[in-house]
């Protein structure tokens, strides 16, 4: 039997209905539903999407993940029929928030909607984030001073665009890596987005490209901040926007 024939089995003897009912539910004939079952045939999407709502689960996890495995009680929606994201708990019952460390980030735009690949990261518990699905993501490079390498940003699960509010940064999940940027204002075809290190360019992020927004909740710094590191990034960020208005004068001078 596949995966979703087991699923589906399992889903219907949860909620304690017959083939029958579910197969009514869905327009279809016992017998033919009980062929899904059975794993003797496979359905047509739409009859997938059908089950999908009839189920409230997703399609990705319904063909793809063991649920008798992951219980969806400790799992939470995500929009547009996506899989679902593990939520898990402690002894305590706190959030357990995983942790991708640098050496996985780039694993994690693979693995990120495998729950398999969620629970092996190791995670902490921060009573004072609660309400909501959160997780830490590594820093990386000199764009978001005084964020850099050895710290990690700790983003709120953000279900939807729309939410995004202007000034405030975010954690951006796209196909080609991990960004943490503020944003600015959004259209139909993506995010504007900045880096509080005025050397670097504003620019967009397409949507197409976007996997999932995470909002800053809190950060954690696994070095020691010194004051004299503050001073040197700004001077640092002064000489490299100097160093940008030079070039762009140049440029303009030799048109």
Same mark, same amino acid.
Not at 27 to 54: C, F, Q, V
Not at 107 to 121: A, H, I, K, R
Not at 144 to 160: A, C, R, S, W
């Given at each position: 039997? #596949?995966?979703?024939?087991?699923?589906i089995?399992?889903?219907?003897? /949860?909620?304690?209905?017959?083939?029958? /009912?579910?197969? +009514?539910?869905?327009?279809?004939?016992?017998? *033919?539903?009980?062929?899904?079952?059975?794993?003797?045939?496979?359905?047509?999407?739409?009859?997938?999407?059908?089950?999908?709502n009839?189920?409230? !689960?997703?399609?990705?996890l319904?063909?793809g !993940?063991d649920?008798?495995?992951?219980?969806?009680?400790?799992?939470?929606?995500?929009?547009?029929?996506? %899989?679902?994201?593990?939520m898990?708990?402690?002894?305590?019952?706190?959030?357990?928030?995983? @942790?991708?460390? =640098?050496?996985?980030?780039?694993?994690?735009?693979?693995?990120?909607?495998?729950?398999?690949? !969620?629970e092996?990261?190791?995670h902490?518990?921060?009573?004072?984030?609660?309400?909501?699905k959160?997780?830490?993501?590594?820093?990386?490079?000199?764009?978001?001073?005084?964020y850099? +390498?050895?710290t990690?940003?700790?983003?709120?699960?953000?279900?939807?665009?729309?939410?995004?509010?202007?000034?405030?940064?975010? %954690?951006?999940?796209? /196909? +080609?890596?991990?960004?943490?940027?503020?944003?600015? /204002?959004?259209n139909?075809?993506?995010?504007? !987005?900045s880096?509080?290190?005025?050397?670097?360019?504003?620019?967009?992020?397409?949507? #197409?490209?976007?996997?999932?927004?995470?909002?800053?909740?809190?950060? @954690?710094?696994?070095?020691?901040?010194?004051?004299?590191?503050?001073?040197y =990034?700004?001077?640092?960020?002064?000489?490299?926007?100097? *160093?940008?208005?030079? *070039?762009?004068?140049?440029?303009?001078?030799?048109?």
């Amino acid at each position: 039997m #596949s995966i979703f024939s087991e699923n589906i089995r399992f889903l219907r003897d /949860k909620t304690k209905a017959s083939q029958q /009912k579910v197969a +009514d539910d869905i327009s279809i004939t016992r017998g *033919r539903y009980a062929t899904y079952e059975d794993g003797r045939s496979e359905p047509p999407i739409e009859l997938l999407i059908k089950l999908s709502n009839h189920y409230k !689960v997703s399609i990705d996890l319904l063909v793809g !993940v063991d649920l008798q495995k992951y219980p969806l009680d400790n799992m939470i929606n995500l929009p547009n029929n996506r %899989i679902l994201l593990p939520m898990k708990v402690d002894e305590a019952g706190e959030n357990k928030i995983e @942790i991708v460390p =640098q050496k996985a980030s780039m694993g994690y735009l693979s693995g990120y909607n495998d729950p398999e690949f !969620v629970e092996g990261l190791q995670h902490l518990s921060l009573p004072f984030l609660r309400n909501g699905k959160f997780r830490a993501f590594p820093a990386d490079g000199d764009s978001m001073p005084p964020y850099n +390498d050895g710290t990690y940003i700790v983003g709120k699960y953000l279900e939807d665009k729309k939410d995004l509010k202007k000034g405030k940064t975010y %954690i951006f999940i796209t /196909k +080609d890596g991990i960004v943490y940027k503020r944003y600015s /204002k959004q259209n139909d075809s993506g995010s504007f !987005v900045s880096s509080d290190n005025s050397f670097y360019e504003p620019y967009e992020i397409k949507w #197409s490209e976007v996997y999932e927004i995470w909002e800053f909740a809190c950060s @954690i710094n696994t070095q020691e901040l010194r004051i004299e590191n503050l001073e040197y =990034q700004e001077i640092k960020s002064m000489f490299e926007t100097l *160093r940008s208005e030079i *070039r762009s004068s140049k440029n303009k001078s030799e048109i």
